[in-house]
C-alpha cells in the first residue's frame, strides 16, 4: 500500500544526489571534518556536533545555488515532468525574513507573548488522522494539488503491533506545541483530533498559508519493510502548475529541513535513514500536496520506521517522542533565529 507520504522510488533518490550533502556547505570546518571522517554517517554526525547548527549556534551561511529538482518527475510521468517546469534560482532567505517582517508588524497583543519565538506563528500539521479507517470514501476522493490530483488525505501507517502512525504524529505535535509555546510561539494546528477525519492535503497547506506561518512541520512517521531505518526530512522541489508554486519556498524550506534534520539527530540519537537521501536525512519531493501547495516555508519530517522492530520501539516510546519534540523544537527555534 502505497502512502501519500511513502517514500520515492529509487529513481527519485537518485536524482537528488548529485547535490553537495548539505552537511558540507555548512562551513569549511564542517567540510574538513566531513572529509578526514572515516565514513560519511560519522563526518554527519561529528559536523552537527562541532558546528552547533541549533539555536545558539552559527549564523545561516551563504547557501550554494540550487540544482533544479524535479523529484520524481520521471516516475510519475510526463505530465508531472512538464508540470515541474524548475526555474532555478537562487536560494530565497528573503522570503523568510520578509515573513519575519510581516509578522512583526502585526497587531501587538495586549500582553505580547515572551520569549524568542514572541510574534512568530508556527503550524504543526499532524499527519492523517486516527479517524481516516472509517472514512475511506471521504479520504479517496481526489483534490487538485495544482500539478496533479491526489487522494484528499491517506490513512497513513501503524507498527506491526497496530501503533497508527495518526497517534504517533497527534502526539509529538502536541509535544512539540507546549515547547514552542513555552518560548512564545502562536501555534496553530492543522488538525487536533477534533474531526472524524482529513483534512485534505490541500486544506492543510492552506492553513499555514492563511496562518501566514513563520514555518510550517507536517509530522509523519514511515511505512516500509523492516531493516529500513532512520528519519528523513523531505523538503519541497521546485514544482509550478494550476496553484501550485513553490520558488519562493524552496530556499527557506531546505533552511528549515536542514535545521530540523540536525536537531532532529542530535536530540533523538537516530541517525539519517538508510535507504533513501544518501545518507543525509534529506529528500526532495514534487510530489506531495501538502509542500506543492504551501506559500510558507515548509517541511515534512518522517520521524522513523514504523515497520522496523527496532525504529518501532524508539517510535512507541513516550520519552523518545519527546526527544523527538525537542529536536523539531530547536530547528524551528533555530530557523526563526530565537
Ligand atoms: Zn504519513
Given amino acids: 500500500m502505497r502512502y501519500d507520504d511513502s517514500p520515492p522510488p529509487p529513481e527519485s533518490a537518485a536524482s537528488v544526489s548529485p547535490d553537495p550533502p548539505w552537511y558540507a556547505r555548512r562551513s ?21 556536533v562541532l558546528t552547533g ?21 520521471g516516475a510519475h510521468g510526463a505530465g508531472d515532468a512538464k508540470a515541474s517546469t524548475a526555474t532555478p ?26 520569549g524568542p519565538l514572541a510574534g512568530r506563528t508556527v503550524v504543526i500539521d499532524p499527519g492523517h488522522n486516527t479517524g481516516n479507517f472509517k472514512h475511506t470514501s471521504e479520504i479517496d476522493r481526489q483534490v487538485d494539488i495544482g500539478t496533479n490530483r491526489k487522494e484528499c488525505d491517506t490513512t497513513g501507517t501503524t507498527t506491526n503491533s497496530g501503533y497508527m502512525e495518526a497517534e504517533f504524529t497527534l502526539d509529538v505535535s502536541r509535544r512539540t506545541r507546549a515547547l514552542l509555546e513555552s518560548k512564545g510561539a502562536k501555534v496553530v494546528f492543522t488538525h487536533d483530533a477534533d474531526r472524524p477525519w482529513g483534512p485534505c492535503i490541500d ?7 492563511e496562518a501566514k506561518a513563520d514555518a510550517v512541520v507536517s509530522v509523519h512517521a514511515d511505512g516500509v519493510s523492516a531493516g529500513n531505518r ?10 509550478k502548475g494550476g496553484a501550485a508554486d513553490t520558488s ?11 535545521r530540523i534534520a540536525g536537531n ?21 519531493r514534487d510530489d506531495l500536496g501538502g509542500l506543492n501547495l504551501s506559500t510558507r516555508p515548509k517541511v515534512f519530517i518522517e520521524c522513523g520506521n514504523m515497520r522496523d522492530a527496532k525504529d518501532a520501539a524508539q517510535l512507541t516510546s513516550p520519552e523518545w517522542r519527546q526527544k523527538a519534540a525537542e529536536g523539531i523544537t530547536n530547528g524551528i527555534v533555530g530557523f526563526l533565529g530565537g
Fill in 28 to 48: 569549511t570546518l564542517a567540510v574538513a571534518v566531513a572529509a578526514l571522517a572515516p565514513t560519511a554517517l560519522a563526518g554527519w554526525v561529528l559536523t552537527q
Fill in 230 to 239: 532512520g528519519f528523513h526530512v523531505i523538503l519541497p522541489a521546485t514544482v
Fill in 203 to 209: 486544506e492543510r497547506a492552506r492553513i499555514g498559508n
Fill in 89 to 114: 534560482s537562487p536560494a530565497a532567505p528573503d522570503s523568510a525574513s520578509a515573513s519575519a517582517s510581516a509578522s512583526a508588524s502585526a497587531s501587538a497583543p495586549a500582553a505580547p507573548a515572551k
Fill in 53 to 73: 547548527s541549533g539555536p545558539g549556534g552559527q549564523p545561516p551561511q551563504p547557501k550554494a545555488l540550487p540544482a533544479s529538482h524535479t523529484t520524481g518527475a
Fill in 248 to 258: 519562493k519556498i524552496v530556499g527557506p524550506s531546505r533552511d528549515l529541513g536542514e
Fill in 264 to 284: 532532529f539527530a542530535r536530540s533523538t540519537g537516530s541517525a539519517p535513514a538508510n535507504y533513501l537521501g544518501s545518507g543525509t536525512g534529506l529528500v526532495v
